[in-house]
């Protein structure tokens, strides 16, 4: 199992690299990436989020999240996006911290599987919300940027806090 890197973590904020190598050691480390994101109870999860800097994420936004419902985006690229959501999103990397967000309602991208080859996968709803938000890790950004004002002025404080404990536990260790 992985660790989950928190705000305000570097690793975060660096865009990742394309995956070159396909086969069995990509294939555990997607595994790995399954577990650690149903650990902690999250629908998708970016290589970025467990110190890998590489265009790797995973999704599973079925309810109950049963195995077949898995997603494994290699390096992902959208296609086309459709309409507008506005709704609550949260981030692994941000315990307990929920802001709106506003989303295409639907997305098609195309990607890579863990041997190498190529598919399109369309989301709407909740699932085009976690296709955008996991990619955004991959360009080193994370769902705090360009909120609404209104909606950043909620979390300020809290993103703040999250800044002095990484420093408290930095001059710890
Ligand atoms: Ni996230």
């Keep these: 199992m992985f660790t989950i890197r928190r705000y305000p973590d570097p690793v975060l904020t660096t865009p990742a690299q394309p995956v070159t190598e396909f086969g069995p050691r990509l294939a555990q480390i997607v595994e790995e990436m399954f577990l650690t994101m149903y650990s902690e109870r999250g629908v998708g999860l970016a290589a970025p989020q467990v110190g890998i ?4 994420y995973v999704l599973n936004c079925e ?5 077949d419902g898995e997603l494994a985006l290699i390096n992902p690229e959208v296609i086309s996006i459709e309409g507008e959501q506005y709704s609550d999103e949260g981030c692994l990397s941000f315990p307990g911290l929920f802001a709106k967000k506003r989303r295409p ?11 190498g080859n190529w598919f399109e996968v369309t989301g709407e709803g909740l699932k085009a919300r976690a296709l955008l938000h996991e990619l955004d890790h991959l360009e080193g950004k994370v769902f705090v940027q360009d909120l609404e004002p209104v909606e950043f002025v909620k979390i300020r404080k809290k993103l703040e806090l999250m800044k002095r404990e990484a420093k408290r536990a930095k001059a710890r260790a």
């Design 63 to 67: 309810e109950d999240q049963p195995r």
């Design 53 to 56: 800097s590489k265009r790797i």
């Design 105 to 115: 309602m639907r997305v098609t991208m195309r990607a890579q599987d863990v041997d």
